[in-house]
């Protein structure tokens, strides 16, 4: 069996507003040839469909001809929600669009129950575990704690559970968004660290032949059959040594699995650039970027005169731009956008506790600020 791993497609999502619509749906072209002359079997998106929980029409209209162009190939198609994505609303009329062969997992409730696809040596299953918010999942199962690694483990155990009764053979494929321990992140993922800790170890997934994972935006392999496909465009400037595409999957009749990664067209390329205004703009080595998304850091010691105008006549797609003056006396340390890069909602929060009062949150203070955030997200995982 040939499978098409892939995940967080964020279909509405723009990249330092520059609408990436157009790059979205030349992936799915790229998708539809790839099927085709790979001649897949299934196609497997690991959640993270779109952007945001409510999507901008532009992307539901994209995302519906994508289901209608994997199932016009033949092609069945196995996907789930993650983290970005509504529960709810991707769960609407999964039961009829089944029947067409294309299957939306967004239920904690339907996890042990798989999608059976046979090939000429027997049926596999798959299981899709959507982003599972530990907050809602914990009433549901009952969970002795609120964790993703507890939310995650009970999931599995469903699906293990189910396999057991399956015919001598089986062989079987998961489907899951979640952070697995010793993946590394970029600066695009969304926060979903509960009580601190964001990550499940790879283990939890043990005793099935192939896991798809989403929610890391860089292509990685966790040990063994465990794998991020990765996004399929970069989403951040963090992304510019990312090698984009889907992992192409074998399964074998013994359930032996072998990979080979496609890439994906590359709409635009993107860099990171530094120096001197007068540098970047006169220096030759600089000509190979002008036709980049690129991030300028412009180290001037005094900040120059409309400095995006003018690197815009060089570098007409730079998308932003910041400051790292050298050579000047350091004043009260790091710029405020500096300083919130990379710090997590709760980081920030408690630093204004920290500031507003002249002392820091206590770890009662901090714990109920973590569970305010939480709450929020479970909020919103629920609408
Ligand atoms: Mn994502």
């Known amino acids: 069996m040939r499978l098409l791993h892939t995940s967080d497609w964020h279909l509405g999502r723009s990249f330092h507003r520059e609408n990436l619509l157009d790059a ?7 998708l539809i040839e790839t099927v085709r002359a790979e001649h897949v079997d299934v196609v497997v998106v690991a959640g993270d469909l779109y952007d945001r929980a409510l999507p901008p029409v532009d992307a539901v ?8 162009r994997i199932h016009a190939t033949g092609a069945r198609a196995v996907l789930i929600s993650g983290n970005h994505d509504s529960m709810v609303r991707l769960a609407y009329a999964t039961e009829l669009i089944d029947a067409s062969g294309v299957h939306l997992r967004s239920s904690a409730e339907r996890v042990g129950e798989p999608v059976i696809i046979d090939d000429a040596h027997g049926p596999v299953a798959f299981y899709g575990i959507p982003y599972l918010e530990p907050e809602i999942v914990r009433h549901l199962w009952r969970l002795p704690e609120r964790s993703h690694a507890a939310a995650l483990g009970h999931a599995m155990d469903l699906v293990r559970a189910d ?7 089986t062989r079987s494929v998961v489907l899951s968004h979640a952070f697995v321990s010793g993946g590394e992140p970029s600066d695009s993922e969304r926060d979903i660290s509960v009580g601190g800790a964001a990550h499940v170890p790879a283990g939890v997934f043990a005793g099935v032949d192939y896991v798809a994972l989403g929610h890391l935006h860089g292509r990685q392999g966790m040990g063994g059959t465990v794998r991020y496909s990765g996004s399929p465009l970069a989403y951040s400037f963090s992304e510019e040594h990312h090698v984009k595409g889907c992992w192409l999957v074998d399964i074998d009749a013994a359930g032996a699995v072998t990979a080979e990664f496609v890439e994906a067209p590359v709409p635009r390329p993107i860099a990171r650039l530094r120096g001197t205004l007068d540098a970047l703009l006169g220096e030759d080595r600089w000509e190979t970027y002008t036709d980049h998304w690129v991030q ?23 998308l932003h731009l910041e400051f790292a003056p050298e050579g000047v006396r350091p004043d009260d340390g790091p710029r405020w956008a500096e300083r919130v890069a990379e710090r997590s909602e709760i980081e920030l929060a408690l630093d204004f506790v920290d500031w507003s009062r002249g002392s820091a949150a206590t770890p009662e203070e901090r714990g109920l600020l973590q569970r305010a955030f939480e709450a929020v997200r479970a909020q919103e995982a629920a609408r």
Not at 61 to 68: S, Y
């Open 61 to 68: 209209r994209l995302f519906g001809e994508a289901l209608r």
């Open 163 to 169: 396999l057991a009764t399956r015919p001598a053979g």
């Open 24 to 30: 979205q749906a030349a992936f799915v072209d790229h």
């Open 296 to 318: 300028v850091t412009l180290t001037d010691p005094v900040r120059p005169a409309a400095p995006m105008e003018r690197l815009r006549a060089r570098f007409p797609h730079a």
